[in-house]
């Protein structure tokens, strides 16, 4: 090779090098793992929420892989099963370059031993922070973390300007007189619970305008002595859940319900199925129930 193929060649390379997303991104996972990504193309994203944010940052063409909760938006990315029980030959069969997760799903027992093995073979795991707990500032952590990844902090930074955007307008539309709420999650007639102050559901109510009246933090079973003591102005719902019910009439008929102001006025909401995992639309669905109770609730 001449001298001057030579200079032309290193000249390439530094190019390639200096190229955006072409840079290698050492990240650090919420399990004190750190991982090093160079423009991942196969990603087996494990969490809806995941999965909703990098939609959001325009990555969505690498997910080669989700679990059952990786619907939205609607998509045909190949499941590899439930969250709770996530299989390492089915993912590694997917051929990831980067797997990511986050820790609320992958620090359960059975799935630590997946992320062992999914290490132990070679594939890159990075534990993205709970998606659970954190409110909407935990949303920013994970969008930033996955910018970083992706190398487009640029596109985080676009969507973390709507998410203050909408919850103006969430603040502006909430109700004058504040509504006492509960999170009631419902299988069927026979099987509900009352959910805390832990959760998705929790932020939703407080970015919402409501107030929150559980007086603890996990899940107690459903009973009609609880609840009419608590005597909550609204109730929330998941959407499957008042289907499962078979709507109004049939959360009407859970313990207690009828007894409530709730139920008595017929104050019963029904909110997307992804609301205990803290996604980016959050404000969205904040905005949305702002605006229904700034109708009821006067």
């Known amino acids: ?59 969505q063409s690498t997910i080669v892989g989700t679990d059952v909760t990786g619907t939205y938006p609607p998509n045909r990315i190949p499941s590899v099963g439930h969250w709770a029980q996530l299989p390492a030959e089915g993912i590694i069969a997917l051929k990831p370059d980067l797997v990511i997760g986050t820790a609320d799903n992958l620090a359960m027992p059975a799935n630590q031993k997946v992320t062992q093995q999914l290490r132990a073979a070679g594939v890159k795991v990075l534990v993205l922070p709970a998606s659970d707990t954190g409110g909407l500032d935990g949303v920013r952590t994970r969008l930033n973390i996955l910018a970083d990844v992706y190398g487009v902090p640029g596109a985080a930074q676009a969507l973390s300007r709507s998410f203050d955007t909408t919850l103006k307008a969430a603040q502006a539309n909430r109700p004058k007189v504040t509504p006492r709420v ?117």
């Open 182 to 298: 509960l999170f009631l999650y419902a299988h069927g007639p026979g099987d509900a619970s009352i959910y805390g102050t832990d959760g998705g559901a929790n932020d939703l109510i407080t970015l919402a305008g409501g107030r929150n009246v559980a007086p603890f933090r996990d899940t107690k079973p459903l009973t009609a002595e609880a609840l009419v003591a608590l005597n909550p102005d609204a109730i929330i719902l998941l959407e499957r859940g008042l289907d499962a019910l078979g709507g109004i009439e049939g959360a009407l008929k859970l313990p207690g319900v009828a007894q409530t102001n709730a139920g008595r006025q017929r104050h019963v909401y029904a909110v997307d199925n992804s609301i205990r995992w803290i996604g980016p639309r959050l404000p969205e669905f904040a905005l949305t129930l702002a605006r229904q109770w700034n109708a009821d609730f006067r």
């Open 1 to 59: 090779m001449t001298p001057t193929h030579t200079i032309c060649a290193a000249l390439a390379f530094s190019l390639l090098l200096a190229a955006p997303g072409a840079l290698a991104a050492t990240v650090r996972g919420a399990d004190g793992v750190s991982v090093s990504v160079t423009s991942p193309r196969r990603v087996v994203a494990l969490n809806a929420t995941t999965v909703e944010l990098i939609y959001r940052l325009g990555k």
